[in-house]
Each structure stands twice: as structure tokens, then as C-alpha cells.
């Protein structure tokens, strides 16, 4: 059940237009809110924008690709997900657990620990997830949280599901995969600092494995505009850096569609200087060691937003911010430690059959007809792109693509 | 900015991964991937090169296209992926069987998958008699779900897609990259040739080409010799084969059977000018 979507239609009216301060006075004492970018990301239109080109044509290539996490205690108040040997020990009686944490009994308590980690058969929590039943793990208590309204307003084909506010208040934000991991360290990170995942994506976009660009086609208008055709696709480029490891401004990209690499084209439309796309499905290249001599299914990973949309907002300094949107089969969460095996949970202290038995149980859509049960989890990544000159995949080799 | 313990593991176990390719090249099935060569001349019984279009296949007697079941995208569903295909699997595929008596002498890896008894213990090696994944021959019998069944590239379990017509190669990529078609390409030639010369299969047979893949041709230019681009040699350079140096010009420049040796500057670095003829091995 979705909730209070007819309130939610009244605050967007006017939590659109609030100021950053009132949008920040609104979300109370959060402390933190990004570092990355406006809390009213990719909802928020600017005032001053330039004409667009006069053809109409503007590229741009993604510098941050990240899940957007929200700092601040009230969101995990009870610290961040156990790690494995934490999780071992918090399950035991707690004589148990102050015998084992003695310093003498060190090695028993890692034998005992890692030993949790196998089942039979040679089966372990993170190359085979679903054959192990885990303790549910800490989500996200807060009612905040970045994303994109999914539903609509509408749970014909969604799951029951709790909505999030934004930070700037505006309600309706589906986005379970980050009430699930939001408070997973590798998310989290150190309070007020971005986690691995946010370095990481940034890392892969920085290298040219999932490098992403967008090509926008008929722009009219940065205010309003009924049509516009969006390119999103991945780019074999590497972007060239500055000393800070920024992207530089005006390089040149060229779309692919030569596996691992996707090419989505999105219509859209212009409003009030905020870009969004109509839903549809969206793949994008994810991998994780392609080509690995034990396990390829990090080459066969990819973004995969099922009824995904873009929501970007022009920046007078030529960039966009915002949001890409959509449901994200539960598994694809965890393929990173999946691909990684046992040794996520054996150094990196991941559980990631809890991972994903939390994932399902708070899965809200990729809902089969069927059984009405949902595989996929409301899902969102803050996008900041900047100028780039992007050559799309040339017409010839589209109309050799399926 | 510094690199934390779980964001190393995480990106390092993937990378780690794609090192050992490195160290083993390509045995990968999947057509985005590079295709191994086959390095065996014999293969099972009733086992034929089929013509296809994008590319030759392994098909069995009957002509159907040989599938490979990649064990590796399977790990998730069966620690031992040998055992995968059952039921549902095997109702739509047919394993390409090695005779009854026929002793496996290949396993999936256990790895990190296996069970560990006691903090420190090293995983059990290969038993006798068997090859790792990694260093397989062409063909290889596993212990399968049904018996005793052929394996190519160590990772690729043999199967048919039941009903399936001669020639056809539809389900190639399927799953995920879990099926694909068995691509044939053949052996690579012995060469007897200066170091930085290699041979590339493309265009369904060998060229030669320089360390960067760059194919080599002869031939005589039009009036027009733009990249026409000597594939030049050391001035210590010496003889070999059917090769020769001439350190006439500025810089040495290879000749093979007497004549001159180019090197390809185009975009396509495996086409040539109007005029040149591909070096083939």
C-alpha cells in the first residue's frame, strides 16, 4: 500500500518552488545533507538559464553516478549494518558472547565466526545468497531520503511499500534499495563522509568502464520545451581529468552499443528548466572484473532500471543535476560482494544473504502478475553531468542493433 | 582519498580476477569476448566444424550447434555448476555425453568455495589426474548431472538445444552469457618471423600483422601512396625465413618473398589500401 498520495500531489505544487533554506529549515535536524549536490536534487528548477544551442543539441558526459545517501544519525540510529564477526557475537547468549570476546579466546571466535559463513555443500553466504536464512538487517528509519516519485501515486503494479519525503519535503520518493542499504557502511561510509560506494562509482566512471553520456536532441528551450529526445548511453571514452580528478569540460564521447555498453533513447520533455523522461526500461554497463578466470558474471552485470526515468535540472553553469529512477531487480544490489564470494564476508564483513533476504522483503515492485509478489526494489542515483560534445552511435550501426 | 578495507575487497576481487586473464587468455565463449583458439586438432566422437555466418562453430553429428554451458554464471545457483542442469535445464538441453566408462578429469574449482574446517587450512588441491579449469585442453570430461560429459575451455559444459534446427545459433548469449555457441576458430600458425610479427584471425583466416594488430601487406601503391607505411625493422636486424631486411631506405624496412612489407595506418587496422594484399601466414 502506498501512502498519502493525495497529500503528496498538494506539497510537490509548493515544495517545488521552496527556497534552499526553507527547503533545509523543513527537513529539521539533518545535518549533512549532501556533498554533492542541491537536497532538492533534479527537483528544483534555477532561474537564470541560457538559450540552448541554436541545432538544439547539447551533450554531456556524467562525472557522478551515485547512490545519495543522506547523513546525519536519525537515519540509522542504532549505527550502521554488523558486520559479519558483530553479527555472530550479537546473536549469542551474552555469557557466550564476553567469553568469546576475551582476548585468550580470539582464535575461537574467528573460527567460529568464519564457520557461519559455509553451509554445506561447499555453499557460503555470498556465492550462493539464497541458501541461507539471516536475521533481518538495519534499514533506514528515517523519512528522508533522495529519489524519484515511481508509482505515481498508483500501487496497481508496485508492492506494498513506506514512501520517503525529500529533503526539500517533497513526498512520494520511492526508493527502498536505499531503505535497505542505506545504512550499510559500504553506503554510509564514515558519518558525513561518502561510502566506498560513492567512491567506487566514481572510480569505474573515472575509468571508462561504465562511463555514461547524454545527448539531448531538439532542445528549444531550458525552460520549456513538450519534446526532447535523450540519448543515455555508455561511452568506451575515458574522460580526461585535472589534477583534482575532475572531469574536464568539452571533451569529446562517442556513444556504444558494442556490449557491455547500452544505448537508451528516452523522450522527454521541459519543464520550468527541469528535464524528465517518460518511464521505460534503461540498461547501462555495470562490470565488475569482465572476463574474470573464475566467475563471469561481472561481465553480464548492468544498470537495469525497469521503468526508469531521468529528472535533471539545467544549472546555469551549463551542467545537470538530478536523479535517474526505477525498480532494479533485488539481486543486482548485492552482484558487487556476489561476484566477490565468500571473501566479501571473510574481509569486508558482508552478510550477503541478509542483504538480499532484506532486499526481498522490501521489494516494491518488478512485481509478477502471477503471484503478486515484487523482485525488484525503488531505487535512485544522483546524476551531476557536465558540457561535453557527444557523437552518438552512427545511424548505419543503430540499424544493425536489434 | 584513501581506499577503505571493504572498498578494497571489493573492487580488488573483481580486478584480481581479471588478472588471472590476463595470465590465461581468453577462454571465454561469449562473442563480446575474445575467442580462443582451439589448440586441439581431435575432438569427440561425432563432434564437426559447422560454417556460420559470424562465425564457425563446433556442431555435433547430426549438424546442430554445439552450446557451451559457462559453469562460472552458475556459482550462484550450485556450488558445484556441474550439477546445474537438471530438470528444467535438462528438459530444453541436451549434454553432449562422453562414453559411460569415461573417467572426469576436470572439476569446478572449489576455492573460496569450500568449506574451510579450521581457520589457516589451505584448500584441498586438484585430486590426481585432474586439470584445473584453467590450464584444460580443449576437451575435458566432468562429472555431470547426467554422467560423464564433455567440457571445452575448461569452463564451457557441451550441450544441444533440444529441437533446435542445423545452423542455428539463436540462444547464443542466452541467460545472461550462460549459453553460448561454440565458436570455432582455428589453431594458430607456427610463425617463423621477425618478434613483433603476430597473427590475427579475422576475416575467417589468419593475417599478419605488427605487436599492435595492425595487419601487414605488399603490393604496389597507385599514384596515391598515402598509408602506405614501411613496416620497418632494426638497423641489427637479420634474416629470418621468409624474411628479409632492406636497410636501403632511411629506415629498414621488412620484405617478405622479396617484397616489401607496409604496415596499416587506417582506422580499421585490419583493412588496406586499393592495391595492398594482406601478408597471411
Known amino acids: 500500500m502506498t501512502y498519502a498520495k493525495a497529500r503528496k500531489r498538494n506539497l510537490i505544487r509548493t515544495a517545488c518552488f521552496l527556497p534552499l533554506g526553507g527547503a533545509l529549515l523543513a527537513v529539521g535536524p539533518m545535518t549533512g545533507v549532501a556533498d554533492f549536490g542541491s537536497p532538492a536534487i533534479g527537483q528544483q528548477a534555477v532561474t537564470k538559464l541560457p538559450n540552448p544551442p541554436a541545432d538544439g543539441i547539447m551533450g554531456f558526459v556524467v562525472e557522478d553516478f551515485i547512490p545519495p545517501v543522506i547523513q546525519g544519525k536519525d537515519a540509522c540510529p542504532e549505527g550502521t549494518v554488523r558486520k559479519v564477526r558483530d553479527e555472530y557475537l550479537a546473536a549469542l547468549p551474552e555469557a557466550e558472547r564476553t567469553r568469546l570476546m576475551l582476548k585468550e579466546n580470539e582464535e575461537e571466535l574467528v573460527a567460529k565466526w568464519q564457520a557461519s559463513l559455509f553451509g554445506s555443500n561447499n555453499t557460503n553466504i555470498c556465492s550462493q545468497p539464497d541458501m541461507f536464512t539471516r536475521a533481518d538487517m538495519r534499514t533506514v528509519q528515517s523519512k528522508f531520503s533522495h529519489g524519484l516519485d515511481l508509482d505515481g501515486g498508483k500501487s496497481v503494479d508496485t508492492c506494498a511499500h513506506e514512501e520517503f519525503a525529500s529533503p526539500a519535503g517533497v513526498t512520494g520518493i520511492d526508493n527502498q534499495e536505499y531503505r535497505v542499504m542505506g545504512c550499510t557502511l559500504e553506503w554510509r561510509g564514515v558519518d558525513g563522509i561518502a561510502g566506498d560506494q560513492a567512491i567506487g562509482t566514481r572510480q569505474f566512471h573515472a575509468s571508462g568502464e561504465w562511463t555514461q553520456v547524454i545527448l539531448l536532441k531538439g532542445v528549444d528551450s531550458l525552460q520549456h520545451d513538450d519534446s526532447v529526445e535523450v540519448i543515455y548511453a555508455n561511452t568506451p571514452d575515458r574522460p580526461v581529468q585535472d589534477s583534482k580528478g575532475h572531469f574536464l569540460r568539452g571533451a569529446s564521447f562517442s556513444a556504444s552499443t558494442k556490449l557491455p555498453r547500452h544505448r537508451n533513447v528516452l523522450h522527454g520533455r521541459i519543464e520550468n528548466g527541469v528535464l524528465t523522461t517518460d518511464p521505460q526500461d534503461i540498461m547501462l554497463a555495470q562490470t565488475w572484473g569482465q572476463g574474470g578466470s573464475r566467475d563471469i558474471r561481472g561481465n553480464r552485470t548492468k544498470f537495469d532500471y525497469r521503468r526508469g526515468k531521468l529528472q535533471l535540472t539545467f544549472q546555469p553553469d551549463g551542467s545537470l543535476r538530478g536523479m535517474l529512477g526505477g525498480y532494479k531487480p533485488v539481486f543486482d544490489v548485492i552482484q558487487s560482494p556476489g561476484i566477490g564470494g565468500v571473501g566479501s564476508a571473510l574481509v569486508a564483513g558482508i552478510d550477503c544473504a541478509q542483504y538480499l533476504q532484506t532486499l526481498r522483503k522490501y521489494a516494491d515492485g518488478i512485481r509478477d502478475p502471477k503471484t503478486g509478489k515484487c523482485s525488484g526494489v525503488s531505487s535512485a542515483m544522483q546524476i551531476r553531468a557536465i558540457p561535453a560534445f557527444v557523437n552518438d552511435v552512427p545511424a548505419a550501426e543503430r540499424m544493425t542493433k536489434r | ?281
Open chain 2, 1 to 281: 582519498m584513501a581506499v577503505t578495507r571493504s572498498q578494497f575487497w571489493l573492487m580488488a576481487v573483481p580486478a584480481l580476477s581479471l588478472i588471472g586473464s590476463a595470465m590465461t587468455p581468453a577462454t571465454a565463449q561469449p562473442a563480446d569476448l575474445p575467442i580462443p583458439p582451439a589448440t586441439a586438432s581431435e575432438y569427440p566422437q561425432g563432434v564437426k566444424i559447422a560454417k556460420s555466418s559470424a562465425y564457425n562453430v563446433y556442431a555435433n553429428k547430426r549438424g546442430l550447434t554445439l552450446y557451451g554451458m559457462d559453469m562460472r554464471t552458475l556459482l550462484r545457483w550450485n556450488p558445484d555448476p556441474a550439477k546445474y542442469c537438471q530438470a528444467e535445464c535438462a528438459a530444453k538441453w541436451e549434454p553432449l555425453l562422453a562414453p559411460k566408462d569415461a573417467k572426469p578429469n576436470i572439476m569446478f574449482p572449489r576455492g573460496f568455495g569450500e568449506r574451510r574446517v579450521a581457520p589457516g587450512t589451505p584448500p584441498p588441491g586438484l585430486p590426481a589426474g585432474f586439470v584445473s579449469p584453467q590450464a584444460a585442453p580443449d576437451w575435458t570430461i566432468i562429472d555431470g548431472a547426467a554422467g560423464p560429459q564433455w567440457v571445452y575451455k575448461g569452463w564451457h559444459m557441451v550441450f544441444v538445444r533440444k529441437g533446435s534446427k542445423r545452423g542455428s545459433n539463436d540462444l547464443d548469449g542466452a541467460e545472461g552469457g550462460t549459453w553460448n555457441t561454440l565458436k570455432f576458430v582455428p589453431p594458430v600458425p607456427v610463425l617463423t618471423a621477425p618478434s613483433n610479427v603476430a597473427a590475427l584471425f579475422t576475416s575467417g583466416a589468419y593475417a599478419l600483422t605488427d605487436k599492435d594488430g595492425r595487419v601487414l601487406f605488399t603490393g604496389q601503391c597507385d599514384a596515391i601512396c598515402d598509408g602506405w607505411v614501411p613496416f620497418t625493422g632494426g638497423m641489427a636486424s637479420r634474416a629470418i625465413g621468409d624474411w628479409q631486411i632492406n636497410t636501403a631506405p632511411d629506415a629498414p624496412q621488412w620484405h617478405y618473398r622479396g617484397k616489401a612489407v607496409f604496415v596499416s595506418q587506417r582506422d580499421d587496422p585490419t583493412s588496406v589500401p586499393a592495391g595492398g594484399t594482406v601478408l597471411r601466414p
